[in-house]
């Protein structure tokens, strides 16, 4: 069964400080997408980035990177230099191809709320 | 510009009644979504439609219906079966595997 993992409820951190959020995910599909989405608090869920199930290139963008490893099957997201305005909840979610072809659903993990205080 | 658009933002239901959220989308896309947040969970899969006059049910669909009458718009209503609707809703599309654009949600209340 399909499964997306934030281990992470709630993480607190000082502006400027690096941060980590854990995304652990589970599937049978060998084809599949891995996102990350930021919700501020107007609710709207913000696209940050889309990752095939064959690219383990890490992806850097600005203060934002990810890191990709099939091998624990872990999707990880890093804040460099953390700011106020990060402050968000932050979803991990998974795509499949699934047995009928790609349908877009999307599985989402429980979220990791960041504050970053100044 | 190009987007989502969920009316209204704020829903307050009463005990038995039948409400319906909005959701328009003008980027063309095939397939739109209905999900249901609650507090301190991800996002669920309530129902899609990945063409018009076509829709499947998701994780979460007992107590909801659905219609996809036009490509641009995708009605959720919350039927009187819902025993807790009390949520936040968002709705998405995408095309194929792109990334989903989600609306600015609704949060239903019952009163």
């Known amino acids: 069964a399909q499964k997306v993992t934030q281990a992470q409820t709630e993480i607190s951190v000082v502006e400027k400080e690096d941060v980590t959020l854990d995304c652990v995910y589970e599937?049978?599909?060998?084809?599949?997408?891995l996102f990350w989405y930021k919700q501020p608090p107007s609710g709207e869920l913000v696209f940050l980035i889309r990752?095939?199930?064959?690219?383990?290139q890490n992806e850097i963008s600005g203060r934002y990177s990810w890191n990709f490893q099939k091998s624990t099957s872990s999707f990880n997201f890093t804040i460099t230099a953390s700011q106020v305005v990060d402050s968000a909840v932050y979803f991990c979610?998974?795509?499949?191809?699934?047995?009928?072809?790609?349908?877009?659903?999307?599985?989402f993990g429980q979220g990791t709320t960041l504050q970053v205080k100044p | 510009d190009g987007g989502i658009t969920q009316s209204p933002k704020y829903l307050f239901r009463k005990e038995g009644q039948n409400v319906t959220l909005s959701c328009e989308q003008n980027l063309n896309h095939d397939a739109m979504y209905w999900y249901r947040q609650d507090p301190g969970q991800g996002l669920r899969l309530i129902y899609y439609?990945?063409?018009?006059?076509?829709?499947q049910k998701g994780d979460i669909a007992e107590g909801y219906s659905v219609s996809r009458e036009k490509k641009e718009s995708f009605p959720l209503t919350v039927t009187s079966a819902q025993k807790n609707p009390t949520a936040f809703y968002l709705c998405?599309?995408?095309?194929?595997?792109?990334?989903?654009?989600f609306g600015q949600g609704t949060r239903l209340t019952v009163v």
């Open positions: 990752r095939n199930s064959f690219d383990e």
């Open positions: 979610a998974l795509s499949e191809a699934g047995g009928s072809g790609n349908t877009g659903k999307l599985i």
């Open positions: 439609s990945q063409i018009v006059n076509d829709f």
């Open positions: 599937t049978r599909d060998t084809t599949y997408y």
């Open positions: 998405a599309s995408n095309r194929g595997w792109s990334e989903a654009f």
